[in-house]
T-cell receptor, first 115, second 114 residues
Framework: KQEVTQIPAALSVPEGENLVLNCSFTDSAIYNLQWFRQDPGKGLTSLLLIQSSQREQTSGRLNASLDKSSGRSTLYIAASQPGDSATYLCAVSSYSGAGSYQLTFGKGTKLSVIP | KAGVTQTPRYLIKTRGQQVTLSCSPISGHRSVSWYQQTPGQGLQFLFEYFSETQRNKGNFPGRFSGRQFSNSRSEMNVSTLELGDSALYLC?????????????FGPGTRLTVL
């Protein structure tokens, strides 16, 4: 059974700082990994999707890396801004049997960027 | 292009009642997935529908069920509500499959069971 862990559970940084969020998963046989952002009381917004054959993806100030063999991914946020404050969730797509794939989510890292 | 919509946004029910939640995916998306989010368990996968057929199911009791219509709109039903069913229920749509395509989430339905 796939398990996804995100450390730390919460992080507070001053504005302008570069930061790294971590995600680890137990079964390296994944199809892809996605990073999402969730604002309080709202749904999830997809940030980056990394296919299992890729090592990283970039979008603006965000860079996500994937090391499938070690079961780890990192989300790097450059020059953080107060608007980046949210909960960041990592999800992996892995085989769940009978030709189906399933997304398993971590519990997220709550990020606060202090002005 | 309109995003994923969910109705209602908030619901208050009592134990033993049943509830139906609705999800309208992004136009052209054929896969709809449902998730339950609670502070203790985080986001847990309920089920996924594609072309009116349940293609995948998570580890939830039979009280949780769903269906998808020919226009890809989906509903989920919870019967005999329990206090532990209080949660944010999220719907997500993707073009063909959540295993390869980006999932787009709706704002969720906040269910409170008293």
């Amino acid at each position: 059974k796939q398990e996804v862990t995100q450390i730390p559970a919460a992080l507070s940084v001053p504005e302008g700082e570069n930061l790294v969020l971590n995600c680890s998963f137990t079964d390296s046989a994944i199809y892809n990994l996605q990073w999402f952002r969730q604002d309080p009381g709202k749904g999830l917004t997809s940030l980056l999707l990394i296919q299992s054959s890729q090592r990283e993806q970039t979008s603006g100030r965000l860079n996500a890396s994937l090391d499938k063999s070690s079961g780890r991914s990192t989300l790097y946020i450059a020059a953080s801004q107060p608007g980046d404050s949210a909960t960041y969730l990592c999800a992996v797509s892995s085989y769940s049997g009978a030709g189906s794939y399933q997304l398993t989510f971590g519990k997220g890292t709550k990020l606060s960027v202090i002005p | 292009k309109a995003g994923v919509t969910q109705t209602p946004r908030y619901l208050i029910k009592t134990r033993g009642q049943q509830v139906t939640l609705s999800c309208s995916p992004i136009s052209g998306h054929r896969s709809v997935s449902w998730y339950q989010q609670t502070p203790g368990q985080g986001l847990q996968f309920l089920f996924e529908y594609f072309s009116e057929t349940q293609r995948n199911k998570g580890n939830f009791p039979g009280r949780f069920s769903g269906r998808q219509f020919s226009n890809s709109r989906s509903e989920m039903n919870v019967s005999t509500l329990e206090l532990g069913d209080s949660a944010l229920y999220l719907c997500a749509s993707s073009l063909l499959t959540p295993s390869t395509d980006t999932q787009y989430f709706g704002p969720g339905t906040r269910l409170t069971v008293l």
